[in-house]
């Protein structure tokens, strides 16, 4: 079909054609305008905030200090969760029944060695 030899017969299949091309290009653009959602694994200061149980200026503070490991993208900063729990367990004492476990360990590498 040419566009400059349309009759009055030809509308109804024109209109088909012209809404099928319609829907094609609603698909794509559906497609294409999905807004891309942060990963699972990437928290804002609210998700980590509520992780960490630190109020939001805490986590400020501490990422000021460079305490905490964050992403900073424009004005918006963003965490990973792994390494926020990873940050959490590096602060973890040791228990009394592990630092003798340790000592002990200790005395008899220092006792073969001939040390003690």
């Known amino acids: 079909m040419q566009p400059t030899n349309f009759r009055f017969e030809d509308l109804p299949n ?14 794509l653009l559906s497609v294409a305008v ?7 694994d990437l928290l804002s200061i609210s998700e980590a905030s509520d992780l960490l149980k630190l109020s939001i200026p805490t986590i400020y503070s ?8 964050y992403f900073k993208r424009g004005n918006k900063l963003y965490f990973n969760k792994i390494e926020l729990l990873d940050y959490v367990k590096a602060g973890r ?20 060695r001939g040390i003690l």
């Open 34 to 40: 999905t807004p891309q959602k942060i990963p699972s």
């Open 93 to 112: 004492r040791l228990t009394n029944a592990e630092i003798g476990d340790d000592a002990v360990m200790k005395a008899a590498v220092a006792m073969k």
């Open 62 to 69: 501490k990422v000021c200090k460079r305490e905490l490991p």
């Open 14 to 27: 024109i209109m088909a054609e012209n809404n099928k091309l319609l829907f094609e290009v609603k698909e």
